[in-house]
Antibody, heavy 119, light 111 residues
Framework: QVQLQESGPGLVKPSGTLSLTCAVSGGSITSSNWWSWVRQPPGKGLEWIGEIYHSGRTNYNPSLKSRVTILVDKSKNQFSLKLSSVTAADTAVYYC????????????WGQGTLVTVSS | QSALTQPASVSGSPGQSITISCTGTSSDVGGYNYVSWYQKHPGKAPKLMIYDVSNRPSGVSNRFSGSKSGNTASLTISGLQAEDEADYYC???????????FGGGTKLTVL
């Protein structure tokens, strides 16, 4: 069973950079899957942030593209998210997830980590 | 606001059936059979309940079923149980600006 676990600081200052890591266990980051980041602001719905393939190829949400970087670390079987110039609007629970090889849905999710942007 | 529209809440008594709708457009729900549903308990990871409109992953109860008509997908839970009380989210592949779009979530209360 594939498991994903997010980790990173729970508090980030405004204008700073949010950095999260998603550790993958029970499967390889080099499998034929895309790896995604999704977030949920308090009281709001889910928002797709972006995704990466083990080759390093990425796709980003156009609304966040100028601030987002997703990287993969094959040696550690994990991938990461960096979101720069954060504001209070970036406060959310951040999830990592695996897309199926058929690219038809997100099949495995981490339990999420709350990141608060505040001074 | 979310790309897909779900009712904010639904409720039902144990043993009853409920249906949660998920309305999108021809660019997502209506255009592809890639609708999925997730169950979310507080503090837990979202759990896949339905994929490709009506398929159940191994281990998911057959009390959960999915369907689609036009731009609206539906999740039906029959024989409601207390453990079904959770938030439910729909998702769809989309040809729009992002490949994955989501609903705002529906809180299911088992009375």
């Amino acid at each position: 069973q594939v498991q994903l676990q997010e980790s990173g600081p729970g508090l980030v200052k405004p204008s700073g950079t949010l950095s999260l890591t998603c550790a993958v266990s029970g499967g390889s980051i080099t499998s034929s899957n895309w790896w995604s980041w999704v977030r949920q602001p308090p009281g709001k719905g889910l928002e797709w942030i972006g995704e990466i393939y083990h080759s390093g190829r990425t796709n980003y949400n156009p609304s966040l593209k100028s601030r987002v970087t997703i990287l993969v670390d094959k040696s550690k079987n994990q991938f990461s998210l960096k979101l720069s110039s954060v504001t209070a609007a970036d406060t959310a629970v951040y999830y990592c997830a695996r897309v199926t090889a058929a690219y038809d849905h997100l099949e495995y999710w981490g339990q999420g980590t709350l990141v608060t942007v505040s001074s | 606001q979310s790309a897909l529209t779900q009712p904010a809440s639904v409720s039902g008594s144990p043993g009853q059936s409920i249906t949660i709708s998920c309305t999108g457009t021809s660019s997502d729900v209506g255009g592809y059979n890639y609708v999925s549903w997730y169950q979310k308990h507080p503090g837990k990871a979202p759990k896949l309940m339905i994929y490709d409109v009506s398929n159940r992953p191994s281990g998911v109860s057959n009390r959960f079923s999915g369907s689609k008509s036009g731009n609206t997908a539906s999740l039906t839970i029959s024989g409601l149980q207390a453990e079904d009380e959770a938030d439910y989210y729909c998702s769809s592949y989309s040809i729009s600006s992002t490949p994955w779009v989501f609903g705002g979530g529906t809180k299911l209360t088992v009375l």
